[in-house]
């Protein structure tokens, strides 16, 4: 076993720094005592080597326009090459400041009006806002959950395909919330069904490097050079290495097509340069943190099974939906409270902590929570604590 040089249980205080996920509280929940293990950044450090190149950068003192360098692109070539055997080109790589701005360009590029936009519920949130506010509409292929583990419902994708409007599938790969990474046989399955019909693939991949062990990651545009025509992969150093406030996600298109008209959409934006700081943290990240990522993987492994023994011994009537990759973890809490709004009251009022909701992924959520566990043990075993309690007092009646 690798020694261990990175303290993931140090407790980093984030109040006060404009965190989304501990300095609005109030705003978000209406309570600013509350835990939070919501919002899927991480409370741990950035690597070190990251942190040393951004604060070399900022000692510079001059932070104009930035482009993206040669030595920048081939960072980002060879961690797909090392980690998983997938050869891209420079020009595939597009830069955009997110993965769910990129998804928001490709509806508007490659849908009109009205057209449908099929997803996988229950799945990440703002897919849904990005379709919407484009005057699209979602068309959901809800997934399967069977004897613990979700599946994708084939049989309905088949007929959602069919229908006239139907032009994109989002594809989130590895799935948020429920963990799931998909089979190179279910993602073959998927590929070719979204072929035969005409449905371009949009394969949100951003948490592909998180995995436990033993799960494999395939990219969906490496199984086929008909699958890699038919897609586009938003990737994204953000998730792996903490850095999702700098704003840079690399979106990988092989298509010339796909591309030119994906960058034309940008183009209208004026959303088309990096800030000073993001492409020499991703560099960084890329081409010297890979021993931090193994160690930070070891560590999360640690918290998941920390959290199943927890709540197998103290909170046995909560289900956990068991995670292949991502540090997000997908509770079912149907035996205690199937209503939803119960259920947030429950946690928020009684428990004191603040999880993402399951409601809010739509068709499959209601009676479920979704569980950052990408923090110090301390921090988890505080939460998990403050949920048992609540649970206690709703069983025995104190809470209403």
């Known amino acids: 076993m690798t020694k261990k040089k990175y303290d993931f249980d140090e407790i980093i205080d984030r109040r006060n720094t404009s965190s989304e996920k501990w300095d609005f509280l109030k705003e978000t929940f209406g309570y600013d005592d509350l835990l939070p293990l919501w919002v899927a950044d991480m409370d741990f450090l950035s690597p070190p080597h990251v942190i040393d190149a951004l604060v070399k950068r900022a000692k510079h003192g001059v932070y104009g326009y930035t482009v993206l360098t040669d030595s920048y692109y081939d960072s980002v070539i060879r961690w797909y090459e090392r980690r998983y055997k997938w050869s891209i080109r ?33 799945v990440y949130y703002p897919f849904f806002q990005a379709i ?15 004897d613990g583990r979700y599946e994708m419902d084939f049989e309905d994708l088949e007929k959602k395909v069919k229908d006239p409007k139907a032009r994109m599938l989002i594809l989130c790969s590895p799935h948020n919330p429920v963990g799931r990474v998909w089979t190179r046989d279910e993602l073959t399955r998927l590929g070719k069904i979204c072929l035969s019909n005409e449905i ?63 960058l034309s959409t940008i183009e209208k ?23 931090w990522l193994d160690q930070l993987l070891e560590y999360l492994k640690g918290n998941l099974e920390f959290l199943k023994y927890f709540i197998k011994t ?4 909560v289900k956990v939906i068991d995670p292949e990759g991502t540090y997000l973890v997908w509770l079912d809490f149907r035996k205690i409270e199937s209503d939803p709004k119960k259920l947030q009251d429950l946690l928020l009022k009684e428990g004191k902590v603040s999880f993402n909701t ?24 505080t939460a998990l604590n403050r949920v048992a309690a609540a649970l206690r007092n709703y069983r025995n009646g104190a809470f209403k």
């Not at 033993?214 to 903490?242: D, R, V, Y």
């Not at 934006?269 to 021993?291: H, K, R, W």
């Not at 103290?314 to 009537?317: A, L």
């Not at 399951?358 to 959520?365: D, K, L, Q, S, W």
Request: net charge negative.
């Open 132 to 146: 919407e506010s484009n005057g699209r509409e979602v068309l959901e292929n809800p997934l399967i959950l069977k």
């Open 269 to 291: 934006t004026g959303m088309d340069l990096p800030n000073s700081f993001a492409a020499i943290a991703v560099q960084t990240a890329y081409n010297e943190c890979e021993e």
């Open 358 to 381: 399951g409601e809010v992924f739509r068709t499959g959520g209601a009676g479920f929570e979704r569980v950052n566990i990408a923090c110090p043990r301390a921090t988890l075993n």
């Open 200 to 262: 371009l693939v949009i394969s949100d991949e951003i948490h592909s490097d998180i995995r436990y062990p033993g799960i494999i990651h395939t990219n969906f545009a490496a199984i086929s050079k008909e699958f890699e025509k038919n897609s586009i992969t938003c990737t994204s150093a953000s998730k792996t290495f903490n850095l999702a406030g700098l704003q840079i996600s690399n979106i990988i298109i092989p298509n010339d097509r796909l591309r030119q008209g994906f």
């Open 314 to 317: 103290k909170m046995p009537e």
């Open 90 to 122: 420079k020009e595939w790589i597009v830069f955009t400041p997110g993965v769910i701005p990129a998804v928001d360009f490709a509806i508007r590029a490659f849908t009109s009006s009205g057209d449908r936009v099929i997803v996988q519920t229950p």
